[in-house]
């Protein structure tokens, strides 16, 4: 089926209950048992059903349904929130003494969680370059066990050279996980170009209309196979002890996103709330259409600043003139490239005064909402860091970045035209 029409049916059988068209909230803790050898079976995996909701959840089953098959995935685990996603996908696989390779491209948050947190579990991030995978093979060593990387990266708009990526980890045995938030399910699908793992922060384009903080890990399909002979990941093929002595790989279901569920969603327990779910699958209804709208209001934005004698470059992947324009071709829908552009102006004052002018853009540190965002980097998000810091990952303090929502781009360009004056 054509992901408009997964994004509105998949996951969901109307044949249950009471038919609603809108998909149920079960708002439950727990499930009822018919009797003790039911109970007894659900935990022995030998019947699947819901327990109790920090491990499964109805409404939540179908969020997960639906976002699997829209990614081309086996199987998908919502979680509390997209930081909570990616840490899941890596303690998944590595643990005290391992390392992961990161790009030197990603989102604030996961340079602190994955550089700084993870470190005091005594896992090391080494960095690669994700827009050529130029350094990526000469990191790789045993104790690696997983490649982390955006396909379209937050916030520096750059994109990931996905099938050299895949290339290098399939060659070493090493497990990818890529973060799709921005580019988001309706442009991009990591897994149809190989990769292994995907995570999305749903609070972003997946909501839509910045009402909830969500996350999401989808496998591919095969996996299992992958981890079955593994060396590098023996603890899915060996007795996991936490769950008297169940060896993951001999069971029928995908692997990676089952031991996430069973161990640490049991363990540390950052479940999403059906509530939240609910939104979810509300914002994903919509979701090709607005992607395709984001797509191209961003694109008229970005050739009115090109075309602007205050702005000094503009980093927009539709762009012609962009480095990564060839990559955005060959990899999202139609060349499509959501809805971050980033420009530069002439100094730091000039930029603030700019923040300050806007009237229908909103500044708020958030992306992928209906609305139109704007944000100064260097004055608020990174303003902890020094000029080296700010320049090594690619963000000057003459940097704006926006996130362009779904209004009218006649109104868009003309709050833009005055702020710049
Ligand atoms: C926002 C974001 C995250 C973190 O997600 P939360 O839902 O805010 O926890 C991770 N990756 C990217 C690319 C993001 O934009």
Sequence with gaps: MEKETIALHGGYDKKFGYGTMSVPIYQSTAYAFRDSEHAAN?????ELGPIYSRLTNPTNDILEARFAELEGGAAAIAVASGQS?????????????DNIIISDKIYGGSVTLLTHTIKRFGINAKVFKSEDASNLEELIDDNTKAIFFESLSNPQIAIADVEKITQIAKKNGVLTIC?????????????KWGIDVVVHSISKYTNGQGSAIGGIIVERDGLNEFFKTSQRYSHFNT????YHGLVYTDVPLPNFTLRVRLALLRDIGASLPAFSSWLFIQGLETLSIRMDKHSSNA?????FL???PKVKSVNYPRLESHSGYEKAQKYFKDGK???LISFDVDNYQEAKNIIDSVKLFSVVVNIGDSKSLITHPASTTHSQMSAKELEAIGINPTTIRLSIGLEDTK???????KALG
Excluded: C, M, W
């Design 42 to 46: 659900l935990f022995a995996l030998k």
């Design 85 to 97: 996603a990616i840490f899941y996908a890596i303690a998944n696989v590595a643990q005290a003494g």
């Design 179 to 191: 973060d799709n938030t921005v580019a988001s399910a309706a442009l991009f699908n990591p897994i």
């Design 239 to 242: 007795p996991d002890e936490s």
């Design 299 to 303: 694109l008229e934005v970005a050739r």
């Design 306 to 308: 090109e075309a602007h």
């Design 337 to 339: 490239a959501s809805g």
């Design 411 to 417: 109104d868009l360009i003309a709050d833009l035209s």
